[in-house]
């Protein structure tokens, strides 16, 4: 584990490693997991949008 894999652990921002393995085994996390990383893309470009509106 490099230097940057302990801060960003530090600050709870690496992924779990087990999430991948629950996510093989249910349907709905996988789902849901999509649906959140859709939902904030989306959340991002229309931050995105608003602030070259200004």
Do not use: Q
């Not at 652990?9 to 996510?23: C, D, K, N, T, V």
């Not at 893309?41 to 509106?53: D, N, P, Q, S």
Request: proline fraction near 2%.
């Amino acid at each position: 584990m490099g230097l940057f894999d302990t801060f960003l652990s530090a600050l709870g921002l690496l992924p779990i490693s087990g999430l991948g393995e629950s996510m093989k085994r249910s349907k709905t996390l996988s789902l849901m997991v999509l649906l959140g990383i859709a939902l904030f893309g989306c959340f991002i470009l229309f931050l995105v949008y608003m602030a070259g509106k200004h």
